[in-house]
Nanobody, 114 residues
Framework: QVQLVESGGGLVQAGGSLRLSCAAS????????MGWYRQAPGKQREWVAT???????NYAGSVKGRFTISRDNAENTVYLQMNSLKPDNTAVYYC????????WGQGTQVTVSS
């Protein structure tokens, strides 16, 4: 059974940091390009960052230099380190495979106060 479980969200002040985790099961995780996505209230889900199986990364322009995506293939987990958070980073954050989208998890809420 394929499952993605995100965690690590919370309430943080502007300028603070959070580290999100996404544990995957039921897939051959190590060969998957994985991504983080987010959905802010009233907006469509948008892409945040990608990491391919070999470790190369790519970021949306709005988070480049502040967010870092990483993965631990032994733990079937992908991470998103978020620094210098801003109020407009407030959203529910999700992970998923970049290609052949998997069933979405419940996401993890990130709220950044000003």
């Amino acid at each position: 059974q394929v499952q993605l479980v995100e965690s690590g969200g919370g309430l943080v002040q502007a300028g603070g940091s959070l580290r999100l985790s996404c544990a995957a099961s039921g897939i051959i995780f190590s060969i998957k390009a994985m991504g983080w996505y987010r959905q802010a209230p009233g907006k469509q889900r948008e892409w945040v960052a990608t990491i391919i199986s070999g470790g190369s990364t790519n970021y949306a322009g709005s988070v480049k230099g502040r967010f870092t995506i990483s993965r631990d293939n032994a733990e079937n987990t992908v991470y998103l380190q978020m620094n210098s958070l801003k109020p407009d980073n407030t959203a529910v954050y999700y992970c998923n495979a970049v290609y052949n989208t998997l069933p979405w998890g419940q996401g993890t809420q990130v709220t950044v106060s000003s």
